[in-house]
């Protein structure tokens, strides 16, 4: 039971319990792709590497969910409107429960970022720390996802460069002692999971605006509409994937020119495929698209390490 309330604290963005350990999978999936940015040759995969990207790991998922976390605690009446399954909104679990978890987890996140002693691991856990609070916590000044632009900037910087940029430096300085070489696929990756976290944050709020629009949430979704907010989503994924087409096809080696088009070009004609299917009447169609643009979000880390 305690390890329930862990995994849904973690992970509210799927309404079943058992897609956690998924998305656990997921989160690995992620550092381990950048990770692999930093191996320069095939000696490089040792237990070195295994050690480095499982401190990386451990780190962000207590990190995760302390942010994920506090996100409940201070959103429970919004969450009974747009999300009534989660454990505190339904009432299931207390909130000293919660706020037991998300502090504990906060410490061992930081405790653990200490001990390993890697600076790009330390810094990427404190800037996680401190946009998840001023995202989440109600007090002055702060609370920023109630401004739009603000909220989809702390994802951005999250999602989009700190994940890439912070472990793949943890893996090239800390686990292998080289000098930080900001290579082109670190910089494709930063620049396509860029628009990729934009339309997360902006999509994120297709499906809640009812309960935002009650407790004066003004995310673009409320400010524009459903309609228009999920065509613009659509729509700069695809471009992404145009880019990454593009850049697929500038590649010196044959083996990433193919992979990275083929790839890509299947993903965008999923995506567009799917986005047709949609009723923007029906809150679980909207829903189930924002999972399934997960999906695409984690597949692209399947593709980043043969960008070349």
Known sequence: ???????????????????????????????????????????????????GVLEAVAAALMMNIYIVGLNQLTDIEIDKV???????????????????????????????????????????????????????????????????????????????????????LHMQTHVYGRPPVFSRPLIFATAFMSFFSVVIALFKDIPDIEGDK???????TVRLGQNRVFWTCISLLEIAYAVAILVGAASSYTWSKYITILGHGIL???????????????????TSCYMFIWKLFYAEYLLIPLVR
């Open 82 to 168: 747009n999300k009534p399954y989660l454990p505190l909104a339904s009432g299931e679990y207390s909130i000293s429960t919660g706020v037991m978890i998300v502090t504990t987890f906060s410490i061992m996140s930081f405790w653990l970022g200490w001990v390993v002693g890697s600076w790009p691991l330390f810094w990427a856990l404190f800037i996680s720390f401190v946009l998840g609070t001023a995202y989440s916590i109600n007090l002055p000044l702060l609370r920023w996802k109630r401004f739009a632009f603000v909220a989809a900037v702390c994802i951005l910087a999250v999602r989009a460069v700190i994940v890439q940029l912070a472990f793949y």
């Open 1 to 51: 039971m305690f390890m329930n309330l862990i995994f849904s604290l973690a992970f509210s963005s799927q309404k079943k319990k058992n897609c956690s350990p998924l998305l656990l999978c997921q989160q690995a999936l992620s550092i381990l792709s950048v990770s692999l940015l930093a191996i320069e040759n095939l000696s490089d995969i040792s237990p070195l590497f295994f050690t």
């Open 268 to 286: 965008a004609s999923i995506l567009w495929n799917r986005a047709k299917s949609v009723d923007l009447k029906s809150k679980a169609s909207i």
């Open 214 to 220: 009650i407790f004066g949430i003004r995310s673009f």
